[in-house]
């Protein structure tokens, strides 16, 4: 059996070998951001934390979930090391020791891309005004918090692009620049991608 603690060693290897990247384990008393996958609930979240559902109540609580029926893919939540549920936001996120469920392989696909940041365009700005920016912004947060470093397999950054859509260049530049396209292409607006998320989990 694996303890509460353990769960993010584990969790962070077992990735890394399915990826096919040797990683080793961090810190034992790590805390993990753990993000809503399609499929996910709240008792099987707590399941895979606590192995039974004395977790739900807690995660409905301080994530200001109103129906523990219904969660959204990509939400994200802290889970310390000692059990104890804390809602992601950037200020808990920032003084979390957090492993994210997303583990050390996402970390160095990460870091790769700091090197392709100096051959990019390292500045873009976004025609998104009034409620297409709000729209944009709404979908950033549930995507990945607003964060340009955020890595969930192949989806990068502030808004979850794939990988191939970024052609190697992560800069937050390019990452609005590629969203924009993305969203004007498919959805021909930010509006109509946000009621799309808000009915499907994903944009």
Do not use: C
């Amino acid at each position: 059996m694996i303890s509460k603690k353990n769960f993010a060693k584990v969790s962070a290897t077992l990735g890394a070998v399915a990826l096919g990247v040797s990683a080793t384990a961090t810190a034992a008393n790590a805390d993990t951001i753990y993000t809503v996958q399609s499929g996910d609930t709240l008792s099987g979240i707590s399941y895979k934390f606590a192995k039974d559902n004395s977790m739900v109540n807690d995660l409905a609580k301080k994530n200001n979930i109103q129906d523990i029926n219904k969660i959204y893919v990509g939400q994200k939540l802290i889970i310390k090391s000692d059990g104890e549920i804390q809602e992601y936001n950037a200020q808990n996120a920032a003084n979390a020791n957090v492993a994210d469920n997303n583990t050390q392989a996402t970390q160095q696909q990460a870091a790769q891309p700091q090197q392709a940041q100096s051959q990019a365009s390292q500045s873009y700005t976004s025609n998104a005004s009034g409620s297409e920016a709000a729209a944009k912004a709404w979908i950033a947060a549930r995507e990945s918090g607003g964060n340009y470093g955020a890595t969930n397999g192949q989806y990068i950054g502030k808004y979850q692009l794939s990988a191939s859509y970024l052609n190697g260049d992560y800069s937050a530049a390019n990452q609005e620049r590629v969203a924009d396209q993305y969203v004007a292409s498919r959805y021909g607006s930010w509006q109509n991608a946000q009621a799309h998320w808000q009915a499907n989990g994903w944009y």
